[in-house]
C-alpha cells in the first residue's frame, strides 16, 4: 500500500466552497456585471414596457434572475470533494495530495487543494470546483443565464407597433410634377416657336426657346 505523503505546512489550504475568501477576481466581476444587467433592466425596460409583451417579459426576466441567483448559490455552496474510495472498491486509486484512497473518476484540483469527484473543471467565476455533486447546478445555471441575457436582447429589440409602422406619403406635394405639368403649359407662343423651328427656320429658335421657357417658368414656380 502507498505510504502517505508528509504534510506540507505551506500547502494552500482546502476550499470548502465559493464563497470561502480569497474570492477570485472572476468571481467578482460576474457579481457587478450581474447587478448592472438588473439595473439595466428593471431600471429602463420595465417602466416604459406596459404592453402585455413587456408586462410578460418582465415576470419571465424575473424568475430567471431568481433561478440565476439560486443556482450559483447552491453550486457555490455544494462541497464537491470526494469524501474518499469505499474500503474494498475495486475502481479506486491513491491521492498522494490528499493522502488517502478516492474514486477512479476523482481528480485533485490544485487550486481548490482537494480531490474532487468526476472532477470536471474549477470554475473561476463561481471559485469552486465543478463535479459530480454540484455539476447539476451548474447546468441550470448556464441555461438559467443563457435564457436571461436572450430576454435582455429581446426586451431591448422590442419596438411598439406605431414606431414600426412607416409614415404614409403625403397624397399632394408641394413640388412640380414635370411629367403632369410639361403638356400643361406649353402655351401658344411657344408652340408657335415650335412649329417655325420644325420648319427649319433656325434664326428663329433662340426666340422659340425663350417663349417656351418663359411658358414653363410661372408653372414650375408656382404648381
Not at 468571481?27 to 410578460?56: D, M
Not at 481528480?107 to 465543478?130: A, S, Y
Request: with cysteine; aromatic share 6%.
Amino acid at each position: 500500500m502507498p505510504t502517505a505523503a508528509i504534510p506540507n505546512s505551506g500547502a494552500p489550504k482546502r476550499r470548502v466552497n465559493g464563497f470561502e475568501r480569497p474570492l477570485d477576481v472572476h468571481q467578482v466581476v460576474s457579481w457587478v456585471a450581474f447587478a448592472l444587467l438588473l439595473a439595466a433592466f428593471f431600471g429602463l425596460h420595465t417602466p416604459v414596457r406596459t404592453a402585455p409583451l413587456g408586462i410578460a417579459l418582465t415576470v419571465i426576466y424575473t424568475v430567471l434572475a431568481a433561478t440565476v441567483v439560486a443556482s450559483a448559490a447552491k453550486c457555490m455552496r455544494v462541497d464537491p470533494r470526494d469524501e474518499g474510495a469505499a474500503p474494498g472498491c475495486p475502481t479506486q486509486r491513491w491521492c498522494s495530495y490528499c493522502a488517502k484512497q478516492v474514486n477512479e473518476r476523482s481528480k485533485h484540483c490544485r487550486r481548490g487543494n482537494k480531490c474532487v469527484e468526476v472532477f470536471d473543471h474549477h470554475c473561476p467565476w463561481l471559485n469552486t470546483c465543478i463535479g459530480r455533486h454540484n455539476y447539476a447546478y451548474f447546468l441550470v445555471l448556464l441555461c438559467s443565464v443563457f435564457a436571461l441575457l436572450s430576454v435582455q436582447i429581446a426586451s431591448g429589440l422590442q419596438v411598439d407597433a406605431p414606431a414600426a409602422v412607416p409614415r404614409a406619403r403625403p397624397a399632394h406635394s408641394t413640388g412640380p410634377h414635370l411629367p403632369l405639368v410639361i403638356p400643361l403649359v406649353i402655351s401658344r407662343p411657344a408652340s408657335a416657336g415650335l412649329r417655325r423651328v420644325a420648319a427649319g427656320r433656325g434664326g428663329d429658335g433662340i426666340a422659340a426657346a425663350g417663349g417656351l421657357w418663359r411658358a414653363i417658368r410661372p408653372r414650375i414656380r408656382h404648381p
